[in-house]
């Protein structure tokens, strides 16, 4: 890994520290753990104990309190070593812990935040629906007022660490049925997985992060005290949609880590390989592929760093968080089919690194909204920014 002159000492540390990590402890077990599907338990507190579960959290709730820069190029190097740990780690800490910390009351976050920043408790996030992906606004699991209660009822599609987490972040209509308000009719409730009435449906059988565990959850007459509800009982959509700029930044991280494990695998396996007498990569048209695989790698770095160094120069830019995700997305899903077509057979098969990394890739295109999604975002960012005349 190169020294990027662009970082900060303390960047450059924490960025070889996961590098380091992801090299001994996730590496030598990534393909193992795509082949069974069995989620990486023991190393939810391995990432504890380095302070990862809670980087963006201030010290006095015992996180490491660190930039976003900084976390994304944790996170990518993670990613790099296995992308299933990098979702864990970035729905973690981009969402529930996020989002607690900005609107939560001084309890909520005195409860919560200690434990999940340590790696004590594991957070998942819950918006996606059925019915509601793209269009998560118009969700239709509930939460009815009782007395000072809450009770909840219905069901979230494709809970990232939902099988294993300890407390989700739960968005529900709170408005009343004969006053349906939209988003603003929605309210995120902090859920400890113990509560009766919560249950964790069928794990997904997936092409990629075979190793994450996506799972549908479901809510019979599931109480919650006052406690659990994030600030404004109406404002839960607002809430996950501003997590969720953060958790695009995440996404683009894990993208960025898969094209570069690609990238590794296929420079090293192209010196190797020896066809008509010379190495692969002396063929002008494997080397200029490569080029072109190693400048859009390059460019979605640009992209995301800079859309990380705007958020912690206080600028939170839609625009840029939602750039920095399609570029990513889409370079990774590229850059991870050319590495399988530049193995040839041996890339189609499961002995070789680089077919798992293209079904890893795919799905960062698809989460935290589509590609489709991003450029609605940024069409309508620019002519918001443009006007006409
Ligand atoms: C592995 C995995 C993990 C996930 N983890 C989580 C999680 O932890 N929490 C959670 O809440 N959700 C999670 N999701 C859900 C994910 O966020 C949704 O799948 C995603 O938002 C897309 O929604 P959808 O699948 O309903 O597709 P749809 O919204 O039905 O979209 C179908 C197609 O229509 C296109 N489309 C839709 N609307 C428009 C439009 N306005 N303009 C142009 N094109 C459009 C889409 O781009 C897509 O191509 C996960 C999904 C997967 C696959």
């Not at 006053?179 to 449906?201: C, W």
């Not at 549908?216 to 919650?224: T, V, Y």
């Not at 968080?321 to 193995?343: D, I, R, Y």
């Amino acid at each position: 890994m190169r020294r990027d002159y662009t970082l900060t000492d303390e960047q450059e540390q924490v960025r070889q520290l996961a590098r380091d990590f992801a090299e001994n402890e996730l590496r030598p077990h990534t393909v193992r753990w795509d082949a069974t599907g069995e989620f990486h338990e023991e190393v939810v507190p391995l990432l504890g104990e380095l302070g990862f579960m809670g980087m963006l959290l201030p010290p006095e709730y015992d996180g490491l309190g660190i930039d976003m820069l900084t976390y994304l190029l944790a996170l990518e190097q993670i990613s790099w070593g296995d992308a299933s740990v990098a979702i864990t780690m970035s729905v973690h800490n981009s969402l529930p812990t996020q989002m607690i910390l900005r609107f939560g009351n001084d309890e909520q976050k005195q409860k919560w935040l200690p434990p999940m920043a340590r790696g004590e408790l594991l957070g998942a996030f819950a918006l996606s629906e059925a019915g509601s992906g793209s269009d998560a606004a118009s969700l239709s699991a509930r939460a009815e007022r009782d007395g000072e209660h809450w009770v909840l009822n219905g069901e979230k599609l494709w809970v990232s660490n939902g099988s294993r987490a300890d407390v989700v972040m739960v968005m529900v209509r709170t408005d009343r049925p004969d006053d349906r308000r939209g988003a603003r009719g929605i309210g995120a409730f902090i859920v400890p997985t113990d509560t009766p009435g919560y249950s964790v449906g069928k794990k997904e059988d997936k092409t990629g992060l075979r190793s994450s565990e996506t799972v549908a959850i479901s809510f019979n007459d599931m109480r919650l005290g006052p406690d659990a509800l994030l600030a404004d009982p109406y404002k839960g959509f607002l809430y996950a949609m501003s997590g969720l700029q953060g958790g695009r930044l995440g996404v683009a991280a894990q993208a960025l880590g898969i094209a570069e494990a690609a990238l590794d695998h296929t420079v090293a396996y192209a010196r190797e390989r020896r066809q008509f007498g010379r190495p692969i990569s002396s063929f002008q048209a494997v080397s200029f592929k490569f080029a072109e695989m190693y400048t859009r790698v390059e460019a979605s770095r640009g992209l995301l760093y800079r859309a990380a160094r705007a958020w912690d120069a206080g600028d939170v830019d839609k625009r840029l968080c939602s750039m920095a995700k399609l570029h990513a997305s889409e370079t990774a899903v590229w850059v991870t089919s050319q590495a399988v077509n530049l193995f040839g057979g041996y890339g189609f098969m499961r002995d070789y690194p680089v077919e798992k990394l293209f079904r890893d890739a795919k799905v960062t295109e698809i989460y935290e909204g589509t590609s489709e999604i991003q450029r609605v975002v940024i069409a309508k960012e620019l002519f918001q920014e443009q006007p006409s005349g």
